[in-house]
């Protein structure tokens, strides 16, 4: 697609999400829906959603091109497919599941022509009867313009072991009638070259070069890559072929070969290709490094040709190269800039990291630097954070101070800032394991002193990361001693988390008016300020707390009553105890908010040990009625958060929601052993959703899960619910 990454060869297409067994038709045998296809298992977790795919490939450019792709056999677990020599197609069933079990199947796909033909018995005898290597040469020879696949490559792999081989494959090279029998002529001659070294071989692997057949011509040219080629000249010639997959297969084989006479030559091949097909680009990246050196392709930076120049960088990077420096400021192509720099930082290349770092300059407020994408801008700054020192965490200050950049990367800076003296063992830009040593804060305190109050001028969640360094590192800052951080909190305009910031750092300096306002703060209009003021007064002064966190357990803002039952739990005494038992007498008597029941529920039980909690727990159990399943679960169904829920859905190590399901169409993150949940809001109610946490199988889905039924007259019937209501039930 566009703006993809040179160095990543693009993939033929997409087509599973579970992809395990893959096989081809061989020729003969079962073909109905799959002649001369591929046969590619796609398991998502249950039958539902997986089966099996058939497609087709066909030449495109220098690479394939997938076609006719379609679904072959669907709606069973399935994990491995291959086809029999004794015309079936074998299929492997998982039936459902990730884990290990003992309820898989093996079941096979056939037709009576399948089984019957006369190909098929033959083929069957040949592998049950024949060894092929002790067939006569002359068979293998016949042998290897067989219609079946497998028996044309067995014959051809046998005959490959003889000494008398060569002359056998020189001859079906020249078959015209039968392009199969060519093709492995020009593969067995391709191991004789390779395994002995055969200058027979090796001749008529070059004349091949100017077969008429394009795809014989290919192959041989792939084939020379491991002959003992002593002049170039042909292969060479072949990078002009009028067949892209010619071109590229001579392409890479000259870099087999370190062919220095090929540099300019490649060099055309990639001026002539100009990106447009990006498999022979990465067959001309290949060829620049066998013939090329690191110092010849460095040059490259300043050729006028931009394909020349990005296949450099490409090339460069599987050097590992520090000259990729040398493209940082491509003048015509930013994406061959973007290319260099991602090579530094991603491979990485630590001796052009500074170079990397260096490139924030730009970034800095006023400096107009060419506009780049998130996770490009993220990269320079981690590149600062991973060399150090003051002057790139300088840097990275500056980069929080342009107001024009991205806030989310502003921020970043300033949390790499955070983080400085003790940086994380994973390079979080890569998701690798590369330690740092520990730091001494005090190298960049002298930077941040310097750069601190071009950030405290700016507002909202930048000033509220600001305001946290100054706490962090004990800045000095002209208007931030304790009475300047009193002012603050009256500025509402500032937004809550820097408020909340002023809090904290009024905490950390035990200012002596903290008590107020703390207690001050508790009733501000800013929900999330005063329970984030709540929970500081519980945690300095929880007894005087006691009045402000009650009052706030009746509110009629649910989200700051539940925050004060979560924070009554660690308040001591006998009065907190008696209301907690108050409120689950609340909860049984049907009077309490049910959108807070669940934080009265697990304030009782963390506090069961008070003996009027104990008493007041086991109450509110006795009432839950005994044979309903979900009673329990009840206090559950009011109160959450989407925000929170959604983040249990995506990234919950327990649930794993995930694994299962997806909430949207197409290969997007998610699995499909269960229903798509997208809109499922709008089908069905929170009970619905709790049963089906709670009591999966209660209700199956249609689709989805294996029911069995048994019939009055004792005979049974399995598969997977398709549909169900009042007078029919539909199985697959």
């Not at 500056?398 to 950049?405: P, S, Y």
């Not at 803002?557 to 907690?580: K, S």
Request: charged residues 20%.
């Amino acid at each position: 697609h566009e703006g993809q990454p040179s160095f990543l060869l693009p993939p033929i297409d997409v087509l599973t999400s579970g992809p395990s067994g893959l096989t081809y038709q061989p020729g003969t045998g079962f073909s109905t829906n799959c002649e001369n296809a591929f046969l590619v298992c796609d398991y998502r977790g249950g039958p539902a959603a997986s089966g099996i795919w058939a497609f087709e490939l066909e030449p495109r450019g220098a690479g394939l091109e997938m076609v006719n792709a379609r679904k072959f056999n669907w709606g069973a677990a399935v994990t491995d497919v291959e086809f029999g020599y004794d015309g079936r197609l074998y299929i492997a069933d998982f039936v459902k599941g990730w884990q290990s079990h003992s309820a898989g199947r093996i079941y096979t796909l056939s037709s009576e022509e399948s089984l019957t033909s006369a190909k098929t018995k033959e083929v069957t005898e040949l592998f049950a009867e024949k060894d092929f290597n002790r067939l006569p040469p002359l068979q293998l020879f016949e042998l290897m313009g067989h219609e079946d696949f497998r028996v044309r490559l067995r014959a051809q792999l046998a005959l490959a072991d003889r000494p008398e081989a060569v002359p056998y494959f020189i001859n079906a090279t020249r078959q015209e009638e039968s392009r199969s029998l060519a093709l492995h002529g020009t593969w067995g001659l391709w191991i004789r070259a390779r395994r002995s070294q055969s200058k027979a071989s090796t001749d008529q692997l070059v004349e091949l070069l100017g077969h008429p057949d394009k795809e014989l011509r290919a192959q041989a040219a792939r084939a020379l890559g491991e002959a003992p080629l002593e002049d170039h000249g042909r292969l060479i010639n072949s990078l002009q072929d009028p067949s892209p997959r010619v071109r590229a297969f001579a392409a890479t084989s000259l870099a087999r070969h370190r062919a220095t006479e090929a540099f300019n030559p490649t060099l055309v091949l990639l001026a002539e290709n100009a990106d447009h097909d990006p498999y022979l680009r990465h067959a001309g990246v290949m060829s620049l490094l066998g013939s090329g050196t690191e110092a010849q392709i460095a040059a490259l930076d300043s050729h006028p040709n931009k394909s020349i120049r990005l296949a450099a960088v490409v090339a460069l990077r599987r050097l590992r190269s520090p000259n990729l420096i040398r493209f940082f400021f491509d003048k015509e192509d930013p994406l061959i800039s973007d290319e260099a720099i991602r090579a530094a930082h991603d491979v990485p290349i630590e001796m052009a990291r500074p170079a990397v770092a260096a490139l924030l300059d730009e970034y800095a407020p006023g400096q107009g630097g060419r506009p780049l994408s998130r996770m490009m801008l993220r990269r320079l700054l981690h590149s600062a954070f991973r060399v150090g020192g003051a002057g790139n965490a300088t840097r990275l200050l500056r980069v929080a101070t342009n107001v024009a950049l991205d806030k989310n990367e502003r921020l970043e800076a300033l949390r790499l800032v955070s983080v400085w003296a003790n940086p994380p063992a994973v390079d979080q830009s890569l998701g690798r394991y590369a330690p740092l040593d520990p730091r001494n804060q005090s190298e960049i305190k002298d930077a941040l002193e310097e750069e601190i109050g071009a950030l405290l001028s700016l507002k909202g969640e930048v000033l509220a990361a600001a305001i946290g360094l100054v706490g962090q590192y004990g800045l000095s800052v002209k208007g931030l001693d304790e009475a300047g951080l009193t002012t603050l909190l009256e500025a509402r305009e500032l937004g809550s988390r820097v408020r909340m910031v002023v809090l904290d750092l009024l905490v950390a300096v035990n200012s002596a008016s903290l008590h107020g306002l703390l207690d001050a703060a508790t009733g501000d209009d800013d929900i999330a300020y005063a329970n984030h003021a709540l929970g500081l007064l519980a945690s300095r002064f929880p007894q005087s707390a006691i009045p402000a966190v009650t009052k706030a357990l009746d509110s009629d803002n649910v989200t700051q009553a539940q925050a004060a039952w979560q924070i009554l739990v660690d308040l001591p005494g006998e009065t907190t105890a008696v209301r907690i038992a108050s409120g689950l007498h609340e909860l049984e008597t049907g009077k309490l908010n049910p959108a807070i029941a669940l934080e009265v529920v697990e304030t009782a039980e963390k506090r069961k040990g008070d003996p009027a909690v104990s008493v007041a727990l086991k109450n509110y159990g006795n009432s839950l009625p005994k044979d309903d399943p979900l009673a329990g679960f009840q206090i559950c169904l009011q109160g959450g958060d989407p925000v929170n829920g959604e983040a249990v859905f995506r990234s919950n190590p327990t649930g794993q929601c995930l694994r299962c399901h997806r909430v949207d169409s197409g290969h997007s993150e998610g699995g499909e052993a269960g229903p798509n949940l997208a809109g499922i809001g709008k089908r069905h109610d929170a009970k619905y959703f709790l049963e089906s946490l709670i009591l999966p199988n209660a209700v199956v889905a249609p689709g989805f899960g294996v029911v069995s039924l048994t019939f009055k007259n004792g005979a049974s019937k399995s598969g997977i619910l398709s549909s169900e209501n009042a007078d029919t039930i539909e199985l697959l």
